[in-house]
Nanobody, 123 residues
């Protein structure tokens, strides 16, 4: 059975840092681009970071560029999101997702989803 399990969410003060991890199982992890999405209350899910199958190419929206870093460890089936200089507006549930073997930040193109981990950034 395919699973993506996120961990590392929690409460952090503005300006602080947090590292999220996502562990995959039940599929060939290294065949897929991996992505992080966020969803704030009452908002649609939006792209936050992506990394190609090998880890050589990373992509971010302007809202997190320079603050967040995505990485992966294929032998361990792990994709991580290092978040720095956190802001209250970063508060959301963060989801990892496995995409196709082409670049996409569209949630509709994702093949597998985790259940999410909540990140709360306080003032």
């Amino acid at each position: 059975q395919v699973q993506l399990v996120e961990s590392g969410g929690g409460l952090v003060q503005a300006g602080g840092s947090l590292k999220l991890s996502c562990t995959g199982s039940g599929f060939t992890f290294g065949d897929y681009a991996m992505n992080w999405f966020l969803q704030a209350p009452g908002k649609e899910r939006e792209f936050v970071a992506g990394i190609n199958w090998s880890g050589i190419s990373n992509h971010y929206p302007n809202s997190v560029k320079g603050r967040f870093t995505i990485s992966r460890d294929n032998p361990k089936n792990i994709v991580a999101l290092e978040m720095n200089s956190l802001k209250p507006e970063d508060t959301a549930t963060y989801y990892c997702a496995a995409g196709a073997r082409y670049r996409s930040g569209n949630p509709q193109d994702m093949k597998y989803w985790g259940k999410g981990t909540l990140v709360t950034v306080s003032e």
